[in-house]
């Protein structure tokens, strides 16, 4: 058995056992790695539980299936059973349109940015090819999934073999699930029984089974496919025995059985239903899941994905209640919390929900009770004077400008005369009822404030301001400049791949819509451009390319939108 130094509790097995654990196992006080607490755990670990033939279930928490519930209460719907589910999706193009068209946030499997180009290209039409497509993208699969995804037929030319792995929803020989591992081990005369021993152990990394279990397959694969009749070519046979072996220790690691896949893809195919179906809804519970947890980047990603799919955002306002998410459903849109947004404290929403309840008057009213309430830092100040909070009051340039003053003055005793600027001397006197040679005293503060603003230079708001603005604290963007060139774009992100190939994401100034194009590979080889740069850009309708199975480049006879050139404009968003 071995002899073991340490202890620790696994993170969410459990053995199940139909006889007394303490008595037959060994119980014993470990500290929990997640909770820091002392737990009681079984005196075993997962290979003995192998050996002894026990079972070992893993309990873990699913949070889609708490969001999917979250969605079930907002829409006032009954969670539907499993079978409901398949028939509302049977042929629901909607649905199915979610995953063709790359709105997976959220979405179980697909949500990650490069499966989520995968099932864009694939584009699962109904169960059973989303089961096949969660298992396929599994890194054990990966040799033959350019095969899967562009939907080439495959087969070993072995008519037993092919037959024994091929069925009604998949006319291909691939090994998929850990059932075809079993099967093709079945197949090499290894009895069933042993057949899950021997991926678990492959899985494992056990050598001394692996050892034992390799060239007896080798030996009993090449000979089951002699026996059939179709081949008599012995090197041949041992050549596809190496070939399925490698396949086999390739899948057992990081395989899936058809029944876990299974149940990922009703999980999936939940979301992308609800999504296709309730998005407001969903957008509403997904956003304010998020931002409970604390994760912007992610709820900046959900809200991208919202605008492309053309739901709007309802702009955070003063005099609103911008605590949480709610639907405007008149307007078709979600309201905002203000509690999304990056830096901003978790107290300031409700902080000025009740300003707003309460009713502010003017600028002076506004700025006095933004100083004077604790939860409502500096920092939230300027960011929402940034973001158009306070619009009805001001522009941000003139509101923030105006506050800067405002928190400077207001409360001052003493003005010494050497601080001031001479161009402000006279009006600042007027101000103040007693002066001496170096200073103004009994000084009017509101009357101060108004006489320095007046020398005070106030920059307009531009729509370029806004972007950057909005791109920083929210991630997205939501205005646009119809005068701007329809060629001038805001630089997103710029991802660059292992071949020196650009993708750029970009935001156009003119209409104010998002796209993302991939770059002229020569272009950018001589040419940068980073994140929150202003770009010209020269667009063209250019070829478009994929590795085949082979690994190498080909046109796919399709044509895509690219950058071919590009020129950093002076202002910068």
Same mark, same amino acid.
């Given at each position: ?43 075993? /670990? ?27 209460? /907002?829409?006032? $719907? @009954? ?27 959220? *979405? ?46 495959? &087969? ?5 073999? +092919?037959?024994?792995?091929?069925? @009604? ?37 056990? +050598? ?25 070519? +012995? ?13 086999? @220790? %390739? ?29 407001? /809804? ?22 991208? /994905? ?14 609103? +209640?911008?605590?949480?998410?709610? $639907?405007?459903?008149? &307007? ?29 008057? %003017?600028?002076? @009213? ?52 050497? %601080?001031? &600027? ?71 992100? *710029? ?52 590795? %085949? ?25």
């Amino acid at each position: 058995m071995g002899i073991y130094d340490n202890a620790k509790g696994h993170p969410c097995g459990c053995l199940c056992l139909n006889g007394d654990a303490e008595e037959e196992i060994g119980i014993s006080l470990c500290k929990s790695e997640a909770t820091g607490k002392e737990v009681l755990v079984a005196n075993i /670990e997962s290979g003995t539980i192998d050996a002894f033939g026990f079972l070992k279930q893993d309990y873990l928490v699913v949070d889609s299936v708490g969001l999917t519930y979250d969605v079930y209460k /907002e829409a006032e $719907i @009954e969670p539907f059973t499993v079978n409901e589910l398949l028939t509302k999706i049977e042929h629901d193009d909607a649905t199915w349109q979610i995953y063709a068209d790359g709105y997976t946030q959220c *979405v179980n499997q697909c949500e990650q940015p490069k499966s989520t180009q995968k099932v864009m290209r694939y584009k699962p039409k109904n169960i059973a090819e989303l089961t096949q497509f969660i298992a396929a993208i599994r890194p054990s699969f990966q040799s033959m999934y350019k095969t899967f995804e562009q939907r080439q037929h495959f &087969d070993y030319g072995i008519k037993a073999l +092919d037959n024994l792995l091929q069925d @009604e929803y998949c006319s291909s020989s691939f090994i998929l699930y850990q059932e075809s591992l079993m099967k093709v081990l079945g197949f090499a005369g290894f009895p069933m029984s042993e057949t899950y021993t021997i991926i678990k152990a492959i899985s494992k990394k056990k +050598d001394y089974i692996i050892k034992d279990a390799k060239p007896k397959f080798i030996a009993n694969f090449a000979k089951a496919i002699i026996d059939t009749g179709e081949t008599d070519d +012995d090197d041949r046979a041992h050549e596809l025995a190496d070939q399925v072996w490698t396949i086999i @220790e %390739n899948s057992a690691a990081y395989g899936f059985n058809s029944a876990h896949a299974y149940c990922m893809a009703v999980d999936s195919v939940t979301i992308a239903y609800l999504k296709a179906h309730y998005p407001l /809804e969903f957008y509403k519970c997904v956003l304010q899941r998020y931002t409970d947890k604390g994760e912007k980047d992610k709820v900046s990603l959900i809200k991208q /994905e919202m605008l492309k799919r053309g739901f709007k955002l309802k702009d955070i306002k003063f005099g609103d +209640d911008n605590r949480q998410f709610n $639907i405007d459903r008149a &307007d078709n849109c979600i309201v905002q919390t203000m509690a999304s947004i990056k830096d901003m404290p978790k107290a300031t929403p409700q902080a000025l929900y009740e300003l707003g309840q309460r009713g502010v008057k %003017n600028r002076g @009213e506004l700025y006095q009770a933004l100083m004077n309430d604790s939860r409502i830092n500096k920092t939230a100040t300027e960011i929402l004077f940034k973001l158009g909070y306070f619009e009805q009051f001001g522009h941000p340039n003139k509101l923030i400008a105006e506050y800067e003053v405002y928190q400077k003055y207001i409360a001052v005793k003493v003005l010494t005369k050497a %601080n001031l &600027d001479d161009k402000i001397i006279d009006d600042v006197r007027q101000c103040c009822d007693k002066e001496t040679d170096k200073q103004f005293r009994d000084i009017d503060n509101k009357a101060l404030i108004v006489a320095i603003l007046k020398h005070t230079p106030i920059k307009p708001t531009t729509i370029t301001d806004r972007i950057q603005w909005q791109l920083q604290y929210l991630g997205y963007c939501t205005v646009c400049d119809p005068s701007r060139d329809v060629n001038d774009w805001v630089v997103m992100e *710029v991802r660059v791949n292992n071949y020196g190939g650009a993708m750029l994401q970009l935001y156009n100034l003119a209409y104010g819509s998002e796209r993302t194009y991939k770059c002229n590979k020569k272009w950018w080889a001589g040419h940068q451009c980073k994140t929150g740069d202003v770009i010209k850009a020269v667009l063209e309708d250019a070829p478009k390319w994929t590795k %085949n199975a082979d690994g190498k480049f080909v046109k796919t006879g399709e044509r895509e939108t690219q950058v071919k050139a590009f020129k950093v404009l002076e202002d910068k968003a």
